[in-house]
């Protein structure tokens, strides 16, 4: 599967997992060792659920080719084609395309529920919080927004990490990459994930300008999704603020900027 002269070259975009491109004669792939030392309260590392959701969605074209997974002592690795293409960084229409035709997904996978509506989102919200030592919890807890949207029951699978360095651009189209925390929830989840004021900052340097979000919220073709996000849309930014407030607090001090502009959109 691999020579024993091959080549491996260490990838830095992922900011939890040990990842290697493996050069020999093959095609490039991609070796990912997960860490589970760090239980992150928002983004799960799961090396199954990411076998799994490259298995189930292989004939879309949206994400890379499953070569392989399995254990190695007490840690779980998964090998497959490298995608071709760089990180994302503009033209939001085409991602809000790549989100809506994998939400529109027929696909029946063992994943975890995700958070639907405002109680779940709460709820989340405020147990990340707990686990926040410094006073500015107590600012964000103040700031939880009051009001009431129900769950949906359209739910799908979604990626539950598009971030922009999660989406490599090419002259093939767009792929999907790191899908170590699906879910089975609302839509709204990716699209928050996505147009996150805190992630656009850390992946690519910048929030989203108003033009470029009513671009991708158009563009994603779903009134009432984009509608449902519109409305759930305090809450997204709230949770995240107290994300960012918990990384922060942990050893990745660049969350603090992303903790800023979250409450800002509060």
Not at 7 to 34: C, H, I, M, S
Not at 50 to 63: S, W
Not at 98 to 120: A, F, I, R, W, Y
């Amino acid at each position: 599967m691999i020579a024993k002269d091959a080549q491996f070259e260490t990838l830095y975009g992922g900011r939890t997992n040990q990842v290697w491109k493996v050069l020999d004669a093959e095609p490039d792939r991609v070796l990912k060792f997960y860490r589970s030392s760090l239980q992150n309260p928002l983004f799960r590392n799961d090396a199954q659920l990411e076998a799994a959701c490259l298995h189930a969605l292989a004939a879309t074209g949206f994400v890379p080719r499953l070569r392989a997974s399995g254990r190695f002592g007490p840690d779980r690795w998964v090998f497959y084609d490298h995608a071709a293409g760089t990180p994302w960084r503009e033209g939001t229409a085409q991602v809000a395309e790549l989100l809506h035709n994998l939400h529109t997904q027929e696909v029946v996978l063992e994943v975890p529920k995700g958070c639907n509506g405002s109680v779940d989102l709460d709820h989340h919200g405020t147990r990340i919080l707990k686990g926040c030592r410094s006073e500015l919890s107590a600012v964000l807890a103040d700031c939880k927004p009051g009001t009431q949207v129900p769950p949906t029951p359209r739910v799908c699978l979604i990626h539950g990490d598009p971030v922009a360095g999660n989406i490599l651009v090419s002259s093939a189209g767009l792929t999907l990459i790191d899908w170590q925390c699906p879910a089975m929830g609302d839509p709204c989840e990716d699209l928050a994930l996505f147009l996150s004021p805190a992630m656009q900052h850390l992946y690519r340097g910048k929030a989203l300008s108003p033009e470029e979000e009513a671009t991708f919220l158009s563009a994603y073709d779903s009134p009432q999704t984009v509608r449902r996000y519109l409305a759930l849309k305090p809450w997204y930014n709230w949770r995240m603020a107290a994300y960012c407030l918990w990384r922060a607090e942990n050893g990745a001090p660049a969350y603090r900027a992303g903790f800023d502009l979250e409450v800002a959109a509060l």
